[in-house]
T-cell receptor, first 109, second 117 residues
Framework: GQNIDQPTEMTATEGAIVQINCTYQ??????LFWYQQHAGEAPTFLSY??LDGLEEKGRFSSFLSRSKGYSYLLLKELQMKDSASYLC??????????WGAGTKLIIKP | GAVVSQHPSWVICKSGTSVKIECRSL??????MFWYRQFPKQSLMLMAT?????????EQGVEKDKFLINHASLTLSTLTVTSAHPEDSSFYIC?????????????FGPGTRLLVL
């Protein structure tokens, strides 16, 4: 079966760095996405990785290792507004998007 | 770019009525749109994949006669919840895939909150 695992909840301190991991087992792979979802709102696109390595976008970076079926989202200089759920999603061989359950990130002052 | 709108944002209706939700891609064409449902504190659940000009593909357990999907143009898909009941109360979110951008990227609408009394 297809499976995406990510931690249910994480807590970090304002100004610090946090890494949210995601491991996946899917039938084929055509890219991995990270989305941010604030409570009560729809998800917003953060990043897309299809090749191995690190993609950096400002305070957010996303890493992919296809051989390990592993990705992480790195958030630097955490701000209170970064408190949200972070969803990992993988596109399989049929270009279907398989969603993880999301990681709730709590930022403390 | 890549803006998706949904209308209405809020719906309150009586049990037994039908509710139509519109999803539009404003600055790109979307041959494929997706409809999700999200209950409080739960993950997104894909209901169906909407393809322009053809019948929607429904996920297992989703009643196609209850959740009617029409994708009549490259920028508009509609979801009609027929004979809505209180258990249909949820957050309905659509997304659209822009084939000109990264393969598979979905851009989400702001969602529609449905409350059935």
């Amino acid at each position: 079966g297809q499976n995406i695992d990510q931690p249910t909840e994480m807590t970090a301190t304002e100004g610090a760095i946090v890494q949210i991991n995601c491991t996946y087992q899917t039938s084929g792979f055509n890219g991995l996405f990270w989305y941010q979802q604030h409570a009560g709102e729809a998800p917003t696109f953060l990043s897309y990785n299809v090749l191995d390595g690190l993609e950096e976008k400002g305070r957010f970076s996303s890493f992919l290792s296809r051989s390990k079926g592993y990705s992480y989202l790195l958030l630097k200089e955490l701000q209170m507004k970064d408190s949200a759920s972070y969803l990992c999603a993988v596109t399989d061989s049929n270009y279907q998007l398989i969603w993880g359950a999301g990681t709730k990130l709590i930022i403390k002052p | 770019g890549a803006v998706v709108s949904q209308h209405p944002s809020w719906v309150i209706c009586k049990s037994g009525t039908s509710v139509k939700i519109e999803c539009r891609s404003l600055d790109f064409q979307a041959t494929t749109m997706f409809w999700y449902r999200q209950f409080p504190k739960q993950s997104l659940m894909l209901m169906a994949t909407s393809n322009e000009g053809s019948k929607a593909t429904y996920e297992q357990g989703v009643e196609k006669d209850k959740f009617l999907i029409n994708h009549a143009s490259l920028t508009l898909s509609t979801l009609t919840v027929t004979s809505a009941h209180p258990e249909d109360s949820s957050f309905y979110i659509c997304s659209a895939r822009d084939s000109e951008r990264e393969v598979g990227t979905q851009y989400f609408g702001p969602g529609t909150r449905l409350l059935v009394l």
